[in-house]
């Protein structure tokens, strides 16, 4: 897809950083400069997101995201990683191309990587009824 930057870094049109990448996913440094070592881990092929990602892809793009992840602690010295998604855009997806965020963390990095929530209102049975797989 021409107009999406993730396609365009993919083939080479916009420069990146390549970190890793393998024949059906690519890993690149993230431009957002938001923190050192912020990686994302896209489908060579334009999937708006993971719910419209096949098995074998979304496969390759997690493998991709174990081996940078494990580089990223036993290589790099970082004691963890955080891995992000967002699937649309109401849950804050900026760019339509399926991607996972590596965030590689420090101890004592200051960072809190996991978003303040409402809290629950209704009860787990109640949750667990409504969105169990049948």
């Known amino acids: 897809m021409t107009n999406c930057i993730f396609c365009q870094i993919i083939a080479g049109v916009l420069p990146s950083y390549r970190i890793a990448e393998n024949k059906q996913a690519i890993a690149f440094l993230a431009t957002t400069r938001d923190m050192d070592g912020h ?16 098995d074998a892809t979304l496969a390759a793009v997690m493998q991709l995201t174990r081996q940078i992840s494990a580089h990223l602690v036993q290589a790099c010295g970082y004691a963890g990683v955080n891995l992000l998604n967002a699937s649309g855009t109401s849950a804050g997806q900026s760019v339509l191309h399926f991607h996972i965020h590596i965030l590689p963390r420090r101890t004592g990095d200051g960072i809190n990587a996991w978003p303040a929530l409402p809290g629950a209102t209704e009860d787990l049975a109640t949750i667990a009824q409504r969105i169990r797989l049948n």
């Not at 990686?39 to 096949?54: A, E, G, T």
């Open 39 to 54: 990686i994302l881990v896209v489908p060579r092929q334009h999937i708006q997101s993971i719910l419209d990602c096949d």
